[in-house]
């Protein structure tokens, strides 16, 4: 229909209407005429095409301001010159237009958002609820939308009515819990949880529109706890669990038959008895015992009368240690009703105290010695003090007589201008004051046993627990880091004394003006022994690099040409902390992978050194997040140095992480220790086990202690256990093995079984579980759980079978132990390869200082041959750095890294080299060096040791067709080098 364009506005918007077959009411909604067909599209078409003023296609919807995010409203028309929404009939808001063309008929259709804002919404104070509308005006008029309600979407926290905490219900009845949502906007829908499950209605179960659970008759697995959960766009809330406990109770069985009535020891049976059970069914959860009696009897049946056997009392507490590092625990027979006193065992115990309190009960015994070598010397003082104050007085008067009578007064009449120094010798001079070395530039660093032999002071090795410094030349005194000080080590910090150095051999080494110890502050790794040698090794290095090696615990610091400055020669070192007390603190989740490595000291470098670190990750499912860990030496605080996947171009580390190994590329010489987090819950960590007990002698306890070590599977982590093992005289009874964890919360269990006759595990002491967070989480390098074994008939043969497997695992480690009493084992070593039990057996005699390293500790892995030319074994560890040559010289990598370093279009440059070598994980850590080539041949020179490293080289060049470098590697190593 074609409108004229004389007629009235409102006659042309009725007509409109008319033709759509809508009304429009007071509120603006649009309602559809029952008796008006709807419109086709041929005339939604026509009206679109014919229409003067502007046609709503979509109107603004009710809407809700959640939290901080505003309420959006949106509104199109057609034929509209503009759009804008008016709130509360007055307001006008900011809107967005937005126009387009409708290619198919040409009509111009405008869009208009608007946002609403909780601020808008909280000062409006009308009566009404927030409304808006939206406004389409041209040149022939305007028309409104229906109104938009916007409202602040919100629900409240607590429920109107809570379901109750404990709900008891009897097998059969109905259940009926109650929950009243909270206030809220929209309102919220309820449902229910079961054991953090969503709920599902069936037959039984069923969710009232109130939000009520009902079920009709409860089964025995609808026990369980519930939560009632109300949501709605704005906020979810849980009500406090109800736990549904659905009892039973008991029921009799049928009566037995009759039986013989009859005591224990009489002859002859009085009168028959049946019994019945209350298992039909039987009580649970709460639910009422049988009523009753469970026994009837004829009249000539009597009860028996009770007897109580007699029974061991319970054990008494463990006893304070005594001087021989035993404690002992007691129990009492208590006789039976007839007055019998006859229990079979023992009524006393006796165990070997642990370490930390054997330890505790020397620090004692040091703690009281010092205290009275303190007193003697505070006597001693005061003496001297005495003695010092009368022959001042004495001279004072000597001199005042003198004076009086006149006589040698010239000799006491010399003024200060008088005094001529230069007649007293120059030692004389400086012996008069201590001053102390300022040049020392040397940072401190308490991790390693630091020693210039130049500079050190011969000290007197004296019984004392501390150590006071002779009087010296001052010209002969140097500042230097204290030597193999475990006080120091263990502190973190350094006691000084101007002029003074101390090298004492003493148990505590203290070189200060008091003789206060602070005993309470040692850490107990420290308590007894220093810490192990083996584990230790440095050199002077120079411009040229080196390369520092502990072979036996697979840690080397490889140092390329180039990295120390040409002025000057510095020595470096190279550790592996066994003590505890150096062991990452981590967070929940985290688990430690490798041993702390230390390498120092802390100088500044003019190019990165290649770290090797063992690990015990199993990492060939993609199931760990590895992140390294770093610390200062000085500093106790660990730092995350680099997580692998997530690095950036400003990461100081690069971690290069192989089956066993982490190569990790750092400018940094600090402490380093690899974590792991379980990427996916199913991350595995290898472990150790190694059992030991002591030499099986002929005993009249009869008892015998086993420990069971679960360490880290790494070359170094046997270390400590060694060092405890020879203090305690213990034995290694079977090679250590390795067995995977897997993460989960899954416990280790240990359990003896198969013991020989006349041997027995104590009740309830043959199986035992470690928690797995003790293990995940371990804060000690030397985790351990103990079995003793009782000798019943004093047998001198001890057979048995230590079985460990992780819970809910088929893996399992079994050790078959056989031992006799003379101490040499029944297992010896066969043609069939059997463990040899001495081989494992670290010595438990005292060796010499010469010899206090690892040869003190020997075992099977320990006994292997080293290279003399390349390989140089002191009582300080294992150093290749004097001997050791790199497989690339300076003029030869210079000129690989000038042929490979140029990015060239076919991509075989430094990336490709990096792809073939298998360390472009994070290619971007490379790009940032000055030369990539070289950084990436480094970690070469540190992970490819083999014979034939420079042959798989050349082939690799040969494979990325780099034709040049090949030809380089010829020319300069020469036509023979393969």
């Keep these: 229909m074609k409108h004229q364009p004389h007629l009235p506005a409102v006659a042309v918007i009725f007509l409109i209407f008319l033709q759509v077959g809508v009304i429009c009411n007071q509120d603006g909604a649009l309602l559809e005429e029952q008796s008006t067909p709807k419109p086709t599209p041929e005339q939604d078409e026509s009206l679109l095409l014919n229409s003067d003023l502007p046609i709503f296609l979509a109107e603004p919807q009710n809407a809700f301001v959640v939290k901080g995010r505003p309420a959006t409203l949106q509104c199109r028309a057609a034929h509209a010159l503009s759009l804008y929404f008016k709130c509360n009939g007055a307001k006008k808001i900011e809107t967005v237009e937005n126009w387009f063309v409708d290619p198919q008929n040409g009509v111009r259709i405008f869009e208009a958002d608007a946002n609403v804002t909780r601020k808008m919404v909280e000062e409006f104070f009308g009566k009404e609820k927030f409304k808006c509308e939206c406004y389409a005006w041209s040149g022939k008029g305007s028309i409104k939308s229906q109104p938009a309600t916007v409202e602040i979407a919100y629900l409240k926290r607590q429920f109107e009515a809570n379901p109750e905490s404990t709900y008891m219900v009897e097998l059969g009845h109905q259940v009926d819990l109650k929950c009243v949502a909270p206030a809220g906007m929209p309102p919220p829908r309820v449902y229910w949880l079961r054991g953090g499950q969503i709920l599902q209605s069936d037959t039984d179960v069923l969710v009232t529109s109130e939000g009520h659970l009902l079920i009709g008759q409860a089964r025995a697995q609808d026990t369980g706890n519930y939560t009632c959960v109300a949501e709605n766009i704005a906020a979810k809330r849980m009500a406090p669990t109800s736990q549904i406990l659905v009892f039973v109770n008991g029921g009799w069985s049928s009566w037995s038959s009759w039986q013989d009535c009859r005591c224990p020891g009489a002859t002859l049976a009085a009168g028959k008895m049946s019994t019945r059970t209350c298992t039909n069914p039987a009580p649970s959860n709460g639910g009422k015992t049988c009523q009753g009696s469970a026994i009837r009897r004829t009249k000539d049946c009597i009860p028996c009368p009770q007897v109580d056997p007699a029974r061991w009392s319970a054990w008494t507490e463990w006893s304070e240690c005594n001087q021989d590092c035993n404690k002992i625990r007691k129990r009492e027979c208590i006789p039976s009703s007839e007055g019998r006193k006859t229990c079979s065992g023992k009524d006393t115990q006796s165990m070997k105290c642990t370490t930390d309190q054997c330890r505790s009960v020397e620090l004692t015994k040091v703690r009281e010695a010092n205290i009275q070598n303190t007193q ?20 004072f008067f000597v001199i005042k007589i003198y004076r009086k009578k006149g006589q040698h007064q010239s000799l006491y009449n010399m003024a200060s201008n008088d005094y001529h120094p230069e007649f007293f010798p120059d030692p004389d001079k400086k012996s008069l004051t201590l001053q102390p070395d300022v040049t020392q530039t040397v940072p401190p660093c308490y991790e390693y046993p630091y020693t210039n032999p130049a500079s050190s002071v011969t000290r007197s090795v004296s019984e004392h627990h501390y150590d006071v410094p002779h009087l010296t030349s001052g010209s002969d005194i140097q500042m230097s880091p204290a030597t193999s000080s475990t006080l120091e080590s263990s502190s973190g910090k350094r006691s000084q004394l101007s002029g003074f150095t101390n090298n004492s051999d003493s148990t505590y080494e203290v070189a200060t003006d008091t003789v206060t110890l602070p005993i309470a502050t040692l850490p107990t790794a420290y308590a007894v022994t220093p810490t192990t040698s083996g584990n230790y090794t440095s050199s002077t290095l120079s411009n040229v690099g080196g390369f520092l090696n502990l072979s036996e615990s697979s840690v080397s610091l490889l140092v390329p040409e ?16 066994n003590e505890d007390c150096f062991r990452p603190k981590l967070a929940e989740g985290l688990t430690q992978l490798s041993p702390v490595v230390s ?5 500044s470098l003019n190019k990165a050194v290649v770290l090797k670190v063992p690990h015990c990750a199993e990492i060939t499912r993609n199931n760990w997040q590895i992140s390294i860990l770093q610390s200062d030496c000085s500093d106790s605080q660990w730092q995350n140095a680099a997580t692998l996947g997530q690095e950036t171009i400003n990461t100081n580390v690069f971690c290069q992480l192989d089956k066993s190994s982490a190569y990790l590329v750092t400018e940094s010489l600090a402490r380093y220790v690899i974590v792991g987090r379980s990427a996916n819950g199913a991350a595995i960590k290898r472990l150790k086990l190694a059992v030991f007990g002591p030499k099986l002698c002929f005993q009249s306890s009869g008892d015998y202690s086993i420990r069971v070590y679960v360490l880290e599977d790494t070359d170094s982590s046997m270390e400590t256990v060694f060092g405890q093992e020879k203090r305690l005289g213990g034995y290694l009874l079977d090679e250590p093995r390795s067995i995977t964890f897997q993460d989960g919360g899954s416990n280790l269990c240990l359990s003896v079984d198969n013991v020989s006759d006349g041997w027995g595990a104590k009740p309830s002491t043959n199986y035992q579980e470690i928690p797995f967070k003790h293990l995940w989480q371990a804060n000690s390098n030397s985790l351990h759980c103990s079995f003793t074994l009782e000798n019943y008939e004093l047998s001198r043969l001890l057979n048995f079978k230590l079985r460990v497997n992780q819970k809910g695992f088929d893996y399992i480690q079994v050790f078959d132990i056989h031992c006799k009493d003379d101490g040499i084992e029944l297992a010896e070593k066969t043609s069939s390869g059997k463990f040899n039990h001495n081989e494992f057996v670290p010595k438990t005699c005292e060796t010499t200082k010469s010899n206090d390293s690892r040869k003190g500790v020997e075992y ?17 560890g294992v150093s290749t750095c004097d001997d050791f040559n790199f497989r690339l010289s300076k003029t030869l990598r210079k000129q690989l890294c000038q042929c490979l370093d140029p990015p060239t279009p076919r991509g075989n440059d430094w990336r490709m080299l990096a792809h073939a070598l298998k360390v472009d994980r994070y290619i971007n850590f490379f790009a940032t060096k000055p030369s990539p080539t070289d950084c990436i041949l480094d970690l070469w020179e540190a992970r490819h040791r083999s014979s034939n490293a420079l042959t798989e080289l050349k082939q690799i060049f040969n494979e990325m067709e780099r034709f040049d470098a090949v030809n380089v590697l010829d020319n300069s190593l020469g036509p023979n080098w393969l």
Excluded: H, W
């Excluded at 003697?376 to 001279?395: E, Q, R």
């Excluded at 390498?599 to 100088?603: A, H, M, S, V």
């Excluded at 099977?860 to 009582?875: E, G, P, Q």
């Design 562 to 577: 180039g990295a120390l400055s040409r002025t000057r020669k510095q020595e470096l070192f190279l550790s592996i902390l």
């Design 860 to 876: 099977a892995k320990s006994a292997k041959r080293l290279d003399t030319k390349n390989m140089i074994v002191t009582d300080r």
């Design 599 to 603: 390498c120092g000291p802390n100088i």
């Design 376 to 395: 003697n010397d505070i006597l001693l003082y005061i003496g001297l003090t005495v003695a010092i104050f009368l022959v001042c007085f004495l001279s």
